[in-house]
């Protein structure tokens, strides 16, 4: 069974940055390096958010919210999925979670972010 363990997440000022993971266990290789990985993020009050994906070729895009701030990148050897947030905002606080796009796996605890003004 495929399990999804988000971190990095903490406080922050407005402005800062932060660097998320999300190591995926259970699943090999190959069928991590084939698929396509989303970071989402749910702020409180509101519906999870797809942020960010990257395909297994590398192509990458962004919510217009974030793009140019966060930068997302994977690791098929460690199996492992990162997002990059700069210029980090108060409405970017949020539960950031990782899952597969199209073969969705239950989702892990996710990581909090909070961006302090």
């Known amino acids: 069974q495929v399990q999804l363990a988000e971190s990095g997440g903490g406080l922050v000022q407005a402005g800062g940055s932060l660097r998320l993971s999300c190591a995926a266990s259970?699943?090999?290789?190959?069928?991590?390096?084939?698929?396509?990985l989303g970071w989402y993020r749910r702020a409180p009050g509101k519906q999870r958010e797809l942020v960010a994906r990257i395909a297994s070729g590398g192509s990458t895009n962004y919510a217009d919210s974030v793009k140019g701030r966060f930068t997302i990148s994977r690791d098929n050897a460690e199996s492992t999925v990162y997002l990059q947030m700069n210029s980090l905002k108060p409405e970017d606080t949020a539960v950031y979670y990782c899952n597969f796009l199209g073969w969705e796996r239950s989702w892990g605890q996710g990581t909090q972010v909070t961006v302090s003004s």
């Open positions: 259970g699943a090999s290789g190959r069928i991590f390096s084939i698929n396509t």
